[in-house]
């Protein structure tokens, strides 16, 4: 005997969704189709699909996802609870991000001018292989802060999701406590490719805009 799913998780399922830079809006969602418990397909890519099975043999939960965390084709996993299966729905959509930004050849071009750009920034700093002094750290973590901010309110409009907020402030906590230990052409080096790397995921919806801006707010060349 199958579980159905209460109107009540049919709608957490959708708010789940509707938190995402995509809306529910972006997805088409199934319910209750036998041992297939929920099915969402991405509007704009129906390769891109995510599903839960029931698996009433072993009382597991059987989690289908493309693009997975490793391949793009169909990756399965199997949990214990409903609830850690469903967990696995703002990873998906991460990855779904993650394929729109790099499939993008005018993205690469971008990103790659802005490593440059960051390296060269580096490379010009003062006493570079020397860590920055008190004072010069509290001007580089302000940039790092005002980050933050932007990030934040992409949040507010939703044009970003929760965990890329937080994963940016995870990595903007770990720079901070470098900041005064390590030679700064590394650590700018490291900042700015970290920071790169959490907006590459954005770069789909918001586009060269968000990253330029980010990344001259970070070395100090512009607002």
């Not at 029931?54 to 949990?79: L, M, R």
């Amino acid at each position: 005997m199958y579980y159905i799913l209460r109107e009540q998780t049919k709608k957490s399922i959708l708010d789940i969704l509707d938190e995402s830079i995509f809306t529910r809006d972006g997805f088409n969602c199934h319910f209750n189709e036998g041992d297939l418990i929920l099915s969402i397909n991405f509007n704009d890519n129906d390769q891109f699909n995510f599903q839960i099975r029931q698996d009433i043999f072993n009382s597991k939960w059987t989690v289908s996802e493309k693009p997975g965390d490793t391949f793009y084709s169909d990756e399965a996993k199997s949990y214990d609870t409903f609830e850690k299966a469903l967990d696995r729905i703002n990873t998906w959509i991460e990855h779904i991000l993650e394929e729109l930004s790099l499939s993008s050849a005018e993205n690469r071009d971008n990103f790659g001018i802005l490593r440059d750009r960051i390296n060269e920034q580096a490379e010009t700093l003062p006493d570079p292989d020397q860590p920055f002094n008190k004072a010069e750290a509290v001007v580089w973590e302000r940039r790092l802060d005002n980050l933050v901010k932007q990030f934040e309110q992409l949040q507010k409009e939703q044009k970003v999701s929760q965990l890329q907020v937080y994963k940016l402030q995870s990595e903007v906590q770990k720079l901070k406590e470098q900041i005064t230990n390590i030679p700064k052409r590394t650590w700018v080096k490291s900042a700015g490719l970290r920071v790169l790397r959490i907006i590459e995921t954005v770069a789909a919806s918001e586009g060269h805009e968000l990253i330029d801006k980010a990344v001259r707010g970070l070395i100090g060349d512009g607002s």
